[in-house]
């Protein structure tokens, strides 16, 4: 599997040789509060005035690891300056959490200023990591948001760090992503791909399976789209209305509950429901108790 990432994953090393570095929580005093740091941002971090300066000098740590649980310590405090302080200097040191939660806050302005140059630089340093390595279970989640990460900048380009689009390593991210750390969001940029023809040959079917293969992990946006080609009869074998409508109400629900921000999803229920004989949407909502409890089991 190993020797399948190297194949796959050269995009960093490639990249490094022409390209600037470049963005979207596991440990702190025990190995539990860094899986609490991997997966809950901080929201005093979102205010103007935590903003970390660049020029923040670097403390003094007794290495890398211990610098990673101070900064994210610090990152849960709202001390954006010690935060990222600390943790750059335990991704200087191979840590690579510490390069994913740096790689994600200059993704998403989150304690510092948006910088996607240098987000894809920490991303990219984990995709070349874990393309010689094979991490370990608590690495997994980390190390596929990165490999998606940079498979999303490959595919847009990202002008500011000289990066053209790169549909082809796109694509082998998002692959290999899908396969090896069977991704939900991997899973459905691929399907994105197969569907649009983009660095890849069309392919509806194939599509349709990553769609699938996403949608059964709840990924609302593969469920809305899933739903509407199901709905619609584009998805192969003829429309299938009951199953389609289940999909986009099962999506609607994520999209209304905070749990994604797209209009497209509600609207997409919206015109499938009013289209919808009584005995379709008497069949999807069958199909929706099978699919939940299939769920809860």
Known sequence: MVGSAQKYI??????KTKRVALPTGLFAASFAMLVTAFVAPAPALDAPS??????????????????????????????????????????EGGEALAQWKLGRMYADGDGVRRDDAKAYDYFSKIVDHFAEEEPDPRERSMAANAFVAVGLYLRDGLTSAKIEPDLDRAFELFRYAATYFRNADAQFYLARMYLDGAGVKKDMRQGVNWLELAARKGHAQAQAMLGRLMFNGEAGGGAQKARGLMYLTLARDAATGGGVNEQWIVDSHAKALATANEAERKAAVALLEDYLRERSN
Not at 69 to 86: K, Q, W
């Open 10 to 15: 050269s995009v960093a090393a490639k990249q």
């Open 50 to 91: 935590a903003r970390a300066p660049e020029t923040t000098p670097l403390p003094i740590f007794k290495n890398p690891r211990a610098a990673l649980r101070a900064g994210l310590e610090s990152y849960h405090a709202g001390d954006a300056a010690t935060s990222v302080a600390a943790l750059r200097y335990a991704a």
